[in-house]
């Protein structure tokens, strides 16, 4: 079935890295548009990134620029979102998610269960 | 950036009753060349990822049952549940897709009366 499986997430310190990622299956991953939303606990959505289909063109929330950089992998069927300089305002759980049509410019149909990032010392 | 503004924050409906949600944008996802809304509506349960119920502002997801239906145009949309099941109970929010950032709106939380 189509489905997208998130990992990486973990506990680490103000300033640190984590390098998350998605796997996607049941579908053919590289015609689609990916993002990655992430949930802070208790509170809403909140778009972080997206890449285009062949991984050219890429998009990030003004707060996460130069911090959070979106890759993908089309052999592998993976999406990447690597987070540097992290902070306390970071901790969230992290969802990758398919834009479902052919562009960038469409619904999220299709998320992960989700991984969980928390940064605290 | 678009702001997204839903209303109410919390809802409480009785089964079987008709359930609305509302949702304005700071300015208008219409995209004239094409006269379609980039508008989503979403359904988070606890502890689940979001579920895509509908896109450009009515269209139902495959699967989606009909008692959910979305309306609007430009700036102002409605989620609309005609009538509530318990199974309904979660959050809610709508979503503009059509200018990045892409943004939420703060959710509704709905609930059974």
């Known amino acids: 079935q189509v489905q997208l499986v998130e990992s990486g997430g973990g506990l680490v310190k103000p300033g640190g890295s984590l390098r998350l990622s998605c796997a996607g299956s049941?579908?053919?991953?590289?015609?689609?548009?990916m993002s990655w939303i992430r949930q802070a606990p208790g509170k809403g959505l909140e778009w972080v990134s997206y890449?285009?289909?062949?991984?050219?063109?890429?998009h990030n929330a003004d707060s996460m620029k130069g911090r959070f950089t979106i890759s993908r992998d089309n052999a592998k069927n993976s999406l990447y979102l690597q987070m540097n300089s992290l902070r306390a305002g970071d901790t969230a759980v992290y969802y990758c998610?398919?834009?479902?049509?052919?562009?960038?410019?469409?619904?999220?149909?299709?998320w992960g269960q989700g991984t969980m990032v928390t940064v605290s010392s | 950036d678009i702001v997204m503004t839903q209303s109410p924050d919390s809802l409480a409906v009785s089964l079987g009753e008709r359930a609305t949600v509302n949702c304005k944008s700071s300015?208008?996802?219409?995209?004239?060349?094409?006269?379609?809304?980039?508008l989503a509506w979403y359904q988070q349960k606890p502890g689940q990822p979001p579920k895509l119920l509908i896109n450009?502002?009515?269209t139902r997801e495959s699967g989606v049952p009909d008692r959910f239906s979305g309306s609007g145009s430009g700036t102002d949309f409605t989620l609309t549940i005609s009538s509530l099941q318990a199974e309904d109970v979660a959050v809610y929010y709508c979503?503009?897709?059509?200018?990045?950032?892409?943004?939420f709106g703060q959710g509704t939380k709905l609930e059974i009366k």
């Open positions: 450009w502002a009515s």
């Open positions: 979503q503009q897709y059509y200018s990045t950032p892409y943004t």
């Open positions: 300015q208008s996802v219409l995209y004239s060349s094409n006269n379609k809304n980039y």
């Open positions: 049941g579908f053919t991953f590289s015609d689609h548009y």
């Open positions: 998610a398919r834009v479902k049509g052919y562009g960038s410019s469409d619904a999220f149909d299709i």
């Open positions: 890449i285009s289909s062949g991984g050219v063109t890429i």
